[in-house]
């Protein structure tokens, strides 16, 4: 079991940038798939960037471009950088943490459900 700790959101001005940062308990290196997710009141978790095991990433069409998932081995954490954010970009950020080895299906890589392991949230507002 994985602990996970997500900071780093706040207000932001419309086009401005922010760095969300989410703090293992454990080494996640080649061990876990690790996501972010938003969600805001009323809709779905949306799946927005994954990292699978072998470094390699995917993007939700929304934020293609605009967001960076990365990840710091030796301090077990997971960042999203987020720049020219929109005020559609507002809502509550959450990282998860799936141990999986091996590949599995791109599809799933931004689905929750794939996911058992999750933090507290950090809320992110964007104002026009």
């Known amino acids: 079991q994985v602990q996970l700790v997500e900071s780093g959101g706040g207000s932001v001005q419309a086009g401005g940038s922010l760095r969300l940062s989410c703090a293992a308990s454990?080494?996640?290196?080649?061990?876990?798939?690790m996501g972010w997710f938003r969600q805001v009141p009323g809709k779905e978790r949306e799946g927005l960037a994954a990292m699978d095991i072998y470094g390699t990433t995917t993007y939700a069409d929304s934020v293609k471009g605009r967001f960076t998932i990365s990840q710091d081995n030796a301090k077990n954490t997971l960042y999203l950088q987020m720049n020219s954010l929109e005020p559609d970009d507002t809502g509550m950020y959450y990282c998860?943490?799936?141990?999986?080895?091996?590949?599995?299906?791109?599809?799933?890589?931004?689905?929750?459900?794939?996911?058992?392991?999750w933090g507290q949230g950090t809320q992110v507002t964007v104002s026009s």
């Open positions: 998860a943490a799936a141990q999986i080895t091996g590949r599995i299906g791109a599809a799933w890589w931004l689905s929750p459900v794939t996911y058992p392991y």
């Open positions: 454990r080494v996640i290196n080649r061990n876990y798939y």
